[in-house]
């Protein structure tokens, strides 16, 4: 059958702790998949190859197929076996372990930024009327003061009071692209192993926290223009400060990050 024929999967090596298992399989082969080394069409191993070849058990390569699937990677035909999709499209992810580096961490910066930019835009344009968001963006706000105040990272709190702002646009996918990528939009929880001790946390999170009350007021006040413009400034800020870190720690270059006008 054309596009049938099985194709070996030559990058197949075992697997080791402390990664899941099922993630590094996953992992190993959608990337031969996406990178074209196994062809739309082509059949994948039998389980007991991948099981050789891999050191893994017949649960962990059944799991393994079984997210291929889902992501849209593979397709599976009762008693032959599973296939690479005619159609490769590969799904957004954006893997934790990849977030281990202030390199990483930047990249994530500016992919939150446009996003929440707009989403504090709405929320002040769509604050007439709409009192109770308002004042869970207040809490949100005053919970990051109580953290501060007891000596806390107020990481938490901190990916609290930037949900409550997506929520507050009305549109439930703001919050749902923030809640995808988690606690982790916050560098200081994403890095923090590998940062060094450079400054007092106290006053830098006060620093952080005059720019969320500079937010916090625009939107109270109904003004999106002046609302985008401190969510800008806020990322902005925020990617320039981790850029220098970056940079002092050799994780990454520090380019010149200016305010877009």
Known sequence: ????????????????????????????????????????????????????????????????????????????????????????????????????????????????????????????????????????????????????ARGSSAVDEDFAFHCSIAEATGNAKFKRFLEYLGRFIIPRQSVQRSLPQIEDQRAYLKRIQAEHREILDAIRDGAPAAARAAMRRHLVNSRKRYQKLAAAMGDAPAPATREPS
Do not use: W, Y
């Open 1 to 148: 059958m054309p596009g049938s024929s099985q194709q070996p999967l030559s990058t197949l090596r075992p697997l080791t702790a402390p990664r899941g298992l099922t993630d590094q399989l996953v992992a190993q082969i959608a990337g031969d998949i996406t990178s074209g080394r196994l062809a739309p069409g082509s059949k994948l191993p039998t389980e007991k190859e991948m099981m050789a070849a891999t050191g893994v058990s017949r649960t962990v390569v059944r799991e393994a197929v079984a997210c291929l699937r889902a992501d849209g990677l593979v397709t599976v035909r009762q008693g032959v076996g599973a296939f690479v999709a005619a159609q490769v499209r590969r799904p957004f992810r954006i893997e934790v372990d990849e977030l281990s580096s202030l390199h990483e961490a930047l990249d994530i910066m500016e992919l939150r930024t446009g996003v929440e930019i707009e989403a504090a835009g709405l929320a002040a344009e769509r604050r007439q009327g709409n009192d109770a968001q308002v004042k869970a963006i207040a809490a949100a706000f005053s919970r990051i003061e109580a953290a501060i």
